[in-house]
């Protein structure tokens, strides 16, 4: 599936954007994946469209001057979602940084004189590769689902306007994202400019069962993804890369990606880390 005809899949699970004045309408068309989506000023427009559809489940994206968010119409679903580097456990992680001891950060080697440069293939709302960016390392991640990357983009945006006023933001600056495809980018990414030392695969964890109920944020991922199945081909992509180091997360007792083993495992209570290592 292409990343085009991704955008088309996704883009059907939400019904428009709702501004919360008119100026903002022009930086909505200028994020990639949401050219296409109704835009709205009035909420009663928004509901007014919305009832005819038959889709209870379904989204939409609210733009205020604080940032984008990710709203339910059947609002029992779950919460706001909204990409916030500035509060809560990222919020923490950006004052202290994440402990080179951390499982995450042994698992890259990352240390106070290691520092590589890392490619995040499954970027979702970027909690961990923020965390490897909090320990001073350059991150990049790419993300083919529109929604997830306009949210993704929002927060980075509002995440970057932050160093201008605080301090202890300006060491977890290094950190951008793609509107791409990850096999894509990688199979075009071939030659010295596009190097990383590392590439970190997350690929969604299946549900327990049926009725477990995950954070709201994953919720709404799996809501609004819908997995084509190609995680064997992106590891595959990711191991004939350049990259010296491949890290997989998976859950501590899940089978190993597409059956390969890893050089090694670091497991924690619930995950766990597959490491591939490359010599030369």
Not at 2 to 8: K, L, Y
Not at 41 to 66: G, K, P, T, V
């Amino acid at each position: 599936m292409s990343i085009f005809e991704n955008r088309i899949k996704a883009t059907s699970q939400i019904l428009g954007v709702l501004l919360s004045q008119p100026i903002l309408e022009e930086k909505v068309s200028e994020m990639e994946g949401l050219n296409d989506c109704p835009v709205f000023i009035d909420i009663n427009d928004l509901n007014s469209f919305a009832n005819s559809f038959d889709r209870s489940h379904d989204y939409y994206l609210y733009f205020a001057e604080d940032g984008l968010s990710l709203k339910p119409f059947n609002k029992s679903k779950h919460g706001n979602i909204k990409v916030d580097f500035l509060a809560g456990k990222n919020n923490h992680r950006r004052i202290y940084s994440t402990s080179y001891r951390s499982d995450i950060a042994r698992a890259f080697a990352i240390s106070s004189k290691n520092k590589p440069k890392i490619l995040d293939c499954t970027a979702g709302f970027g909690s961990d590769a923020f965390s490897l960016a909090s320990l001073g390392c350059e991150v990049k991640l790419i993300e083919r689902n529109p929604l997830v990357y306009a949210l993704l983009y929002d927060g980075i945006q509002r995440m970057k306007m932050a160093t201008r006023s605080d301090k202890h933001f300006k060491k977890c600056i290094d950190i951008s994202c793609e509107y791409n495809d990850s096999i894509c980018y990688l199979n075009e990414s071939s030659d010295n400019k596009n190097f990383f030392d590392a590439i970190y695969l997350d690929p969604m964890f299946p549900p327990k069962s049926k009725n477990a109920k995950a954070k709201k944020e994953m919720q709404a991922i799996q809501n609004i993804i819908v997995f084509e199945g190609d995680y064997d081909k992106l590891l595959s992509a990711a191991l004939e890369s350049k990259a010296k180091r491949v890290v997989v997360k998976r859950p501590v007792k899940g089978s190993f990606l597409s059956d390969i083993s890893p050089s090694f495992s670091i497991k924690a209570r619930t995950i766990r880390y597959d490491v591939f290592t490359k010599n030369g």
